[in-house]
Every structure is written in C-alpha cells, then in structure tokens.
C-alpha cells in the first residue's frame, strides 16, 4: 500500500505539474467587443501553444473602471491613446520594453514613441480610426456633410438617433463641432456642450456602443454615432450604413496593446505583441477590422476592397487625436454626462 501511495503520490504531483505548465501556457485578453479576429487568435495559438480567452468591453470609461476595482485575470487590454496616461499614473500597467521585441522594427516612423508613451515602454499597436457619425442612406435625406446633421438634428432623425453611452468620444466631437478645444476647464463653455446635448437627448433612441450597424440595419435608428471601421462591417454585412466625414472634422484615436500590472503571463502577452507586429498577422486584424495599421508592409496583404473603402480612405478634412484630460476637465465631462444621462 505504500508502495501505491507513492506511486498515486507521484501520479498526483506530475498532473499538479502540468497543470502548472499548461497555466502559464495561457493568455488573457480583455479588448472592446468584435475587435479580436478569432482566426488571428487561433493562428497565434498554433504558432505557440498559448491559449487565448478573450473577454471584452464597450469604453475606455469600463475598462479604466475594471482595472481601478482590481481585476487581476488580464494579461493585455486595448486602451485609446488618450487613456493610456491615465493608466499610467495610477500604476494600472507596467512597462514591457515593447521597443526591444524583434518585431518592432515593422513600426512605422509616424507612430514611434507617440505622446502618450514616449519611451515605448508601455504600448504595442493596435489599430487607429476615426469617430464621426453614420446614417441610413435609404432612410435619411442629408449627405452627412456637417456636425450640425448629428448634435442638431432635423424632425426626421426624432426618435431614430443613437449615440454612444459613455462621454468620451462625443464630447470630443462636440468640441470639433464647436470648434473648441479638447479637455476645457471653464464650465461655460461645458454648458454649451451639455445644453445642446440635452437637446439632442430628444432625438435620442438608444445610447449604444456596440450593434450601431444593426440599428440602422433594422431601421430603429437612421443615424448613430459610429466608428470608422465597425462601419466598414457594417457596410458589408449589408447595412445601407454611410460613414460620415463632416467639414468640421472627425475625432482621431489610436488604440494599443497594454499589459495591466496584475498580469500574470507577461511573456506571453509580449509574444502576443510581437505577433500582431508581423505585417502579415497586422495585416490580417486590418482586413478583418477595417482601421489603419502603424506597421510597415501591410498594404501588399489588403484586398481590393480595402484598398478603396472610403472608411479607412478618408478625404481631406481635419483629424483630431483627443487628448488626456486633467481632473478638473474631466470632472466637468462626467458632471455634464451625469446630467444627459438622469
């Protein structure tokens, strides 16, 4: 019997080691809802034995929430640009030396050592896009040609408009419509911000951030608030979606691959960073998402379809990338979002 004891024993502790083994082979990713192609995930996980859980989000606002509660199961999460300084002040993620893998010489010059990580110590990209408006070409009458058609819409928009649920981004456009800058302190110049939202909230079907397409696919709503490529999905799924490029402008963003501080599986969340700056595997998240890349190369891999989409090919108007604001800008955001939203 004690001859089988040691056996069962030492059967025991060689599963308790794989376990362990097959535990540390493993990567959790926490990123915004249909952002992770799973065939990119399953390519990565035959090129490397990892495996990949992925949950996600619909805001930066969620994820800095979930971080700040401290969740512990994540090993990556996918920031915009003007959340990764906040990240960074409250020790939410930890540097990775993303400028030390093997692929990073793929990065493009333009996005090197950006603001928002000026040592690249922190992020590895992701993609970058846009954030305007898109309307139901059958069911409305303008052409998207202003700000004006989203934050002071016409009687046939009442009751069939939708905006995203968390302030960041259309308060961020409301600033391009007003031709103001980002991140304001002086509360009269939110108020204007706030009135005209309170307006618009009468035109207001749903704030959503995440089946745009599919409201407008089913005609509830004929314009919402959209993002440059999760229009693009849209437009091919078969949605008579039209994203607009305003004269004012559209709000840039550009998001990355982070690693959060409670990570437990640091190497392997920087293999899953080198991977995605392969131009090939960039490539590949590209054509599935339909945004702009910062990796060299990727062009020769995109479909005639990419190439020409007028999503990812916008026309000459003013960009703006949205900043970090201080606390008391932000304080003033979710005070006016507080008020929209009772």
Same mark, same amino acid.
């Given at each position: 019997m004690k001859r089988l004891f040691t056996t069962m024993a030492a059967i025991a502790a060689v599963v308790m080691t794989a376990g362990t083994a097959k535990a540390a082979e493993e990567l959790f990713i926490y990123n915004w809802t249909e952002y992770t192609p799973p065939d990119l995930v399953a390519k990565f996980e035959a090129e490397t034995g990892i495996k990949v859980t992925v949950d996600t989000y619909d805001s930066n606002e969620t994820l800095l929430a979930k971080l700040q509660a401290g969740a512990t199961g994540y090993d990556l999460v996918v920031p915009s640009q003007n959340f990764v300084p906040i990240l960074v002040g409250e020790g939410l993620i930890q540097k990775v030396a993303v400028y030390d893998l093997p692929n990073y010489k793929n990065y493009k010059e333009r996005w090197k050592f950006p603001d928002w990580d000026p040592e690249q110590e922190y992020t590895a990209p992701w993609q970058w896009g846009t954030t305007s408006f898109a309307y139901h070409k059958d069911l409305y009458s303008g052409k998207g040609e202003s700000l004006k058609e989203f934050f002071e819409p016409s009687e046939e928009v009442r009751g069939r408009l939708s905006t995203f649920q968390t302030p960041d981004e259309i308060i961020s456009l409301a600033n391009v419509y007003l031709g103001k800058e980002f991140c304001s302190e002086d509360p009269k110049e939110m108020k204007v911000i706030q009135d005209m939202l309170l307006h618009q909230k009468d035109?207001?079907?749903? /704030?959503?951030? &995440?089946?745009? $397409?599919?409201?407008?696919?089913?005609?509830?709503? +004929?314009? %919402?608030?959209?993002?440059?490529?999760y229009a693009r999905l849209g437009r091919l799924a078969g949605a008579p979606v039209v994203y607009a490029y305003p004269k004012?402008?559209?709000?840039?963003?550009?998001?990355?691959?982070?690693?959060?501080?409670?990570?437990?599986?640091?190497?392997?969340?920087?293999?899953?960073?080198?991977?995605?700056?392969?131009?090939?595997?960039?490539?590949?998240?590209?054509?599935?998402?339909?945004?702009?890349?910062?990796?060299?190369?990727?062009?020769?891999? /995109?479909?005639? &379809?990419?190439? $020409?989409?007028?999503?990812?090919?916008?026309?000459? +108007?003013? %960009?703006?990338?949205?900043?970090?604001?201080?606390?008391?800008?932000?304080?003033l955001i979710d005070k006016i979002w507080t008020k929209v939203m009772q």
């Open positions: 035109f207001i079907v749903a /704030y959503n951030s &995440e089946t745009m $397409s599919d409201l407008i696919t089913s005609g509830e709503a +004929i314009m %919402v608030n959209h993002w440059s490529g004012e402008g559209v709000v840039g963003w550009f998001d990355s691959l982070v690693v959060p501080t409670s990570a437990k599986n640091v190497e392997n969340a920087r293999k899953f960073m080198n991977f995605i700056m392969d131009p090939v595997n960039m490539a590949a998240l590209t054509e599935n998402q339909g945004y702009g890349d910062a990796i060299m190369g990727t062009d020769q891999y /995109y479909s005639e &379809e990419l190439k $020409s989409a007028p999503e990812i090919n916008p026309p000459d +108007i003013p %960009v703006r990338f949205a900043t970090t604001c201080s606390p008391k800008a932000q304080k």
